[in-house]
């Protein structure tokens, strides 16, 4: 079974940078990290994700070129770097793992572990 506890998250204003981090605990060679992000009233959607190895990553088209996604296998742990955050990108964020995937990038029901998640407001 796998622990996920995501940090990093608070307050910013429009234009400005976060960095997120997940630090996984338990089974976890080989899998799989995803970041995605939940507002009120809406399910959660796929932010990034990036491979065991970081080879292959793979991003929401609306945060390519801002968002940076890397891990730490020595830490077992994901990073999500944020940049020129937008008012529309307040959400709720949530690390995840998957234990494999068929396909690349990876589907949201590839997830199978969620952690708790880290509150990101972006001011106006």
């Known amino acids: 079974q796998v622990q996920l506890l995501e940090s990093g998250g608070g307050l910013v204003q429009a234009g400005g940078s976060l960095r997120l981090s997940c630090a996984a605990s338990?089974?976890?060679?080989?899998?799989?990290l995803g970041w995605f992000r939940q507002t009120p009233g809406k399910g959660r959607a796929f932010v990034a994700a990036i491979s065991w190895s970081g080879s292959m990553t793979s991003y929401t088209d609306s945060v390519k070129g801002r968002f940076t996604i890397s891990r730490d296998n020595a830490k077992t742990t994901v990073y999500l770097q944020m940049n020129n955050l937008k008012p529309e990108e307040t959400a709720v964020y949530y690390c995840a793992t998957a234990p494999y995937v068929s396909s690349w990038p990876p589907l949201q029901t590839d997830f199978a572990s969620w952690g708790q998640g880290t509150q990101v407001t972006v001011s106006s």
């Open positions: 338990g089974r976890t060679s080989g899998y799989i």
